[in-house]
T-cell receptor
Framework: QKEVEQNSGPLSVPEGAIASLNCTYSDRGSQSFFWYRQYSGKSPELIMSIYSNGDKEDGRFTAQLNKASQYVSLLIRDSQPSDSATYLCAVSGGYQKVTFGTGTKLQVIP | DGGITQSPKYLFRKEGQNVTLSCEQNLNHDAMYWYRQDPGQGLRLIYYSQIVNDFQKGDIAEGYSVSREKKESFPLTVTSAQKNPTAFYLC????????????FGPGTRLTVL
């Protein structure tokens, strides 16, 4: 069983729609959760961090965390073609180690 | 501007050669990391360092070596013992006690000819 699982996609959404990206993790002791955006050929860019159950909003992005169900999600409202990228979910249980999922490729269709 | 720099951006290596990838940060971060990324796979941790003159092996350390002589610098050497070194190498850093929030450099793409 993978430690951090994501659907590889591609997830295709029309421009202006809400994109919903999901991630599950296996370590119940995980404390910190991150979403990174990675454009093709580029390095990952941190876009959201969440540490407690519930929702965290930042502009068009909302991260949702449910520790009881061991899942974390990212919602992108009013999706734009520039949001087309691979989104990496990452989970940390402490001791400076972060485990990354393989990413979900998002395509926003104009 | 604060940030993480990696050099070179592209690197070509002949089989049997050792090469060193540079990573420098001016964020005053304590911890630094090296990952490799292969197509269709997640980031895999090679080595990490929490303080100067100390580092730990990650999940795939075989064939690699590192040093941490300065807080700002964490170079990675890919040795000839690494059987499949062609990959995208990413350096990251984080503050101690900051939820392990990691920030990445631009990466080095290594190709073995």
């Amino acid at each position: 069983q993978k430690e951090v699982e994501q659907n590889s996609g591609p997830l295709s959404v029309p421009e202006g729609a809400i994109a919903s990206l999901n991630c599950t993790y296996s370590d119940r002791g995980s404390q910190s959760f991150f979403w990174y955006r990675q454009y093709s050929g580029k390095s990952p860019e941190l876009i959201m961090s969440i540490y407690s159950n519930g929702d965290k909003e930042d502009g068009r992005f909302t991260a949702q965390l449910n520790k009881a169900s061991q899942y974390v999600s990212l919602l992108i409202r009013d999706s734009q073609p520039s949001d087309s990228a691979t989104y990496l979910c990452a989970v940390s249980g402490g001791y400076q180690k972060v485990t990354f999922g393989t990413g979900t490729k998002l395509q926003v269709i104009p | 501007d604060g940030g993480i720099t990696q050099s070179p951006k592209y690197l070509f290596r002949k089989e049997g050669q050792n090469v060193t990838l540079s990573c420098e940060q001016n964020l005053n971060h304590d911890a630094m990391y090296w990952y490799r990324q292969d197509p269709g796979q997640g980031l895999r941790l090679i080595y990490y360092s929490q303080i100067v003159n100390d580092f730990q092996k990650g999940d795939i350390a075989e064939g690699y070596s590192v040093s941490r002589e300065k807080k700002e610098s964490f170079p990675l050497t890919v040795t000839s013992a690494q059987k499949n070194p062609t990959a995208f190498y990413l350096c990251a850093s984080s503050r101690q006690g900051d939820h392990n929030e990691q920030f990445f450099g631009p990466g080095t793409r290594l190709t073995v000819l």
